[in-house]
Each structure stands twice: as structure tokens, then as C-alpha cells.
């Protein structure tokens, strides 16, 4: 079993870049790929990263992710800041049958 | 375009029993992993249960292993959970979502609320 780690709140001005820690507790991070979620109030959860780095279609080039062995964690960065992109953001991989999800980070663009 | 569409949430007691369904379309639903995962008020998102294409396999979160089912009718294009033994702990808004390990890429519906208070 393990958990993912993430700061409970990051705030930036519109037009800078954001990067969002999920720090995995034990095993390594390259074990089992990275998911990132974007979750505004009251909507559906829409994914922004998979497997790590990948971006769904639709999703713009201002959001990236990646992951780093020597800290064990992944990173959600986006840049040039919108407003539009202030939102919960969530993390999740995968445990043997089971799916884990970050404590979720707040964005404030502000 | 996929979609997936909850329903059947609403105000139980405790002890109580609701089942919730989930409609999808824009994929062949029987050939994908299947999921319910919860958000109680004021926190983060909580994976509850999973489910294969052809219901061969099901997995649960620990909080609800033995009061929670999960199950899907395949010809219907519909994903259920009932939930039996309801307390306040689940209390929570219940989302629908397809994602699996071979095809992590997820997408979801806009929850259906569950409130356990009596």
C-alpha cells in the first residue's frame, strides 16, 4: 500500500507557471502510471494527464506532466496561467487491484 | 463522445440501503473496466469499487467490502452499486467513472448525491 502526497493549495497571477507535486510514498513512481484530474465545483472530473505525460485530445498544451525517480513523484505543470483553470487537481494511480488518489491541491489564480 | 450518467442518489437513513446506477454510451461498454469513486463533503476523491468488462472481477475499497455491490449490465450499457448498511461516512457525492489499468485515460459523469442522516 501507498500513499500520494499533495500540497493542499498553490496559488499564481494569470499568465505564470504552476507546478503541482503528488509525492508517492513507497514503491517507485515509475511502477504504475500517473493520472491528473481537473475538478471545478459542482462538475464532472475531467482528465487532464494520463500515463504519466500524455495529454486526452482537447486538453491544451499549457497543461504537462511528468514524473522524476529520484524524488519519487510526479508533477502536473501548467503554464500561462487562466483564470479559467483555477480548480481542484487530483493525482491517481494504481495499487494492485486498487486505485489511489491524492489528497487533491486547490489552484487559485489569482 | 463517451458519456456516463449517474442516478439513484438521495436521502437514506442509517442502516439503510440505495443502489445507484450509471448510464454510459460512446464506447462498447463491455470491453472496459468500470469504477465508482466517492467525494465526501469537504474532502478529496475516494476510489470505492471496480469492476471488469465481463464482471470476472470486483474490487473494493476496505471502508466498504461486504456492505458495498458492485455490478453491471452489460446489455443495458449500465454500471450499479447498492449499498447496504449505509452510515454517515458515506455520505458523499458518487461519481461514475471509466478508467482501467490498461486504459487509464478516465472519464466521468457529474456525481449523483448521497446523504446517510437521520
Known amino acids: 500500500n501507498f500513499m500520494l502526497t499533495q500540497p493542499h493549495s498553490v496559488s499564481q497571477s494569470p499568465g505564470k507557471t504552476i507546478t503541482i507535486s503528488c509525492t508517492r510514498s513507497s514503491g517507485s513512481i515509475a511502477s504504475d502510471y500517473v493520472q491528473w484530474y481537473q475538478h471545478r465545483p459542482g462538475a464532472a472530473p475531467t482528465t487532464v494527464i494520463y500515463e504519466d505525460k500524455e495529454r486526452p485530445s482537447g486538453v491544451p498544451d499549457r497543461f504537462s506532466g511528468s514524473i522524476d525517480t529520484s524524488s519519487n513523484s510526479a508533477s502536473l505543470t501548467i503554464s500561462g496561467l487562466r483564470t479559467e483553470d483555477e480548480a481542484d487537481y487530483y493525482c491517481q494511480s494504481y495499487d494492485a487491484s486498487k486505485w489511489v488518489f491524492g489528497g487533491g491541491t486547490k489552484l487559485t489564480v489569482l | 463522445e463517451v458519456e456516463v450518467v449517474e442516478s439513484g442518489g438521495g436521502l437514506v437513513k442509517p442502516g439503510g440501503s440505495l443502489r445507484l446506477s450509471c448510464a454510459a454510451a460512446g464506447f462498447t461498454f463491455s470491453d472496459y473496466y468500470m469504477n465508482w469513486v466517492r467525494q465526501p463533503p469537504g474532502e478529496g476523491l475516494q476510489w470505492v469499487a471496480s469492476i471488469s468488462g465481463r464482471s470476472d472481477y470486483r474490487y473494493y475499497a476496505d471502508s466498504v467490502r461486504g456492505r458495498f455491490t458492485i455490478s453491471r449490465d452489460n446489455d443495458r450499457n449500465s454500471l450499479y452499486l447498492l449499498m447496504n448498511s449505509l452510515r454517515a461516512e458515506d455520505t458523499a457525492v458518487y461519481y461514475c467513472?471509466?478508467?482501467?489499468?490498461?486504459?487509464?485515460?478516465?472519464?466521468w459523469g457529474q456525481g449523483t448525491p448521497v446523504t446517510v442522516s437521520s
Open positions: 467513472a471509466k478508467f482501467g489499468y490498461l486504459e487509464p485515460l478516465g472519464y
